[in-house]
């Protein structure tokens, strides 16, 4: 990596942190020594860079400094092509407009080439529209749950067409490609539950809310996923 694509990622680095970064952490990402971190801080504050620094604590901008924008290359452009795409298809409506509001900003500070290979979907980029009414009727409305909190009343057929009233935490929400299912704390049973979100026949916020903890959180059933996986694979 050249000494210029270096500061310019050291820079970007910086901006895509809202506390501070340590050298170390820099160094690694770079794939260099921390030695070359610190020449190429001093480069860039030398150059009028406002970057604050504490021994011990690491690096960050002043707050309010603004760079021009930063220009992509043609695989940034198709990394965040297909993850547009992916999200129009397969996320709910207003995330899917979020996307296409977020893609037409990118356009508008890209070059004449690269405007253009945004704008024409490329022939091996195919994401199939599987968004569909059972979820989108639903996924709005967990979505602000599981951002508040909230505690949900759902009713639920299951795979053999049984029917049951749930009162649960929503956790968090996964895509497993034609099917969006909730993860979430039920209160009945204790334990995490997942739920198919085209299975839910009604759905109600509550006025109650909940507060995760240490033992009940989305990462932590997804580090219980992870531990029996190794034992399976052990």
């Known amino acids: 990596m050249r000494k210029a694509e270096r500061l310019f990622q050291i820079l970007t680095l910086l901006r895509s942190k809202r506390g501070v970064i340590t050298a170390q952490q820099i160094a690694q990402q770079l794939e260099v020594s921390e030695r070359t971190i610190y020449r190429d801080i001093q480069a860039l504050s030398l150059s009028g860079v406002p970057i604050e620094s504490e021994a011990g604590v690491g690096y960050k901008l002043k707050a309010n400094f603004s760079i021009p924008p930063i220009m992509f290359d043609e695989a940034e452009i198709e990394a965040l092509l297909l993850g547009v795409r992916m999200v129009e298809s397969w996320s709910n409506q207003s995330m899917a407009k979020a996307a296409s509001s977020a893609l037409a900003k990118i356009h508008a500070v890209l070059p004449d080439k690269l405007h253009q290979l945004s704008v024409e979907q490329p022939e091996w980029l195919i994401v199939p529209q599987?968004?569909?009414?059972?979820?989108?009727?639903?996924?709005?409305?967990?979505?602000?749950?599981?951002?508040?909190?909230?505690?949900?009343?759902?009713?639920?057929?299951?795979?053999?067409?049984?029917?049951?009233?749930?009162?649960?935490?929503?956790?968090?929400?996964?895509?497993?490609?034609?099917?969006?299912?909730?993860?979430?704390?039920?209160?009945?049973?204790?334990?995490?539950?997942?739920?198919?979100?085209?299975?839910?026949?009604?759905?109600?916020?509550?006025?109650?809310?909940?507060?995760?903890?240490?033992?009940?959180?989305?990462?932590?059933?997804?580090?219980?996923?992870?531990?029996?996986?190794?034992?399976?694979s052990g």
């Open 130 to 232: 599987f968004n569909s009414a059972q979820y989108q009727q639903h996924n709005e409305q967990i979505s602000s749950a599981i951002k508040n909190r909230q505690v949900i009343l759902l009713n639920y057929q299951d795979e053999a067409g049984n029917l049951t009233s749930r009162k649960v935490w929503p956790l968090g929400m996964i895509y497993w490609g034609k099917t969006w299912t909730l993860v979430a704390w039920c209160t009945l049973r204790q334990d995490y539950r997942m739920f198919r979100l085209d299975r839910i026949q009604t759905l109600d916020n509550l006025t109650k809310f909940f507060q995760t903890r240490e033992d009940i959180s989305l990462q932590h059933y997804i580090n219980l996923i992870k531990q029996q996986q190794q034992r399976y």
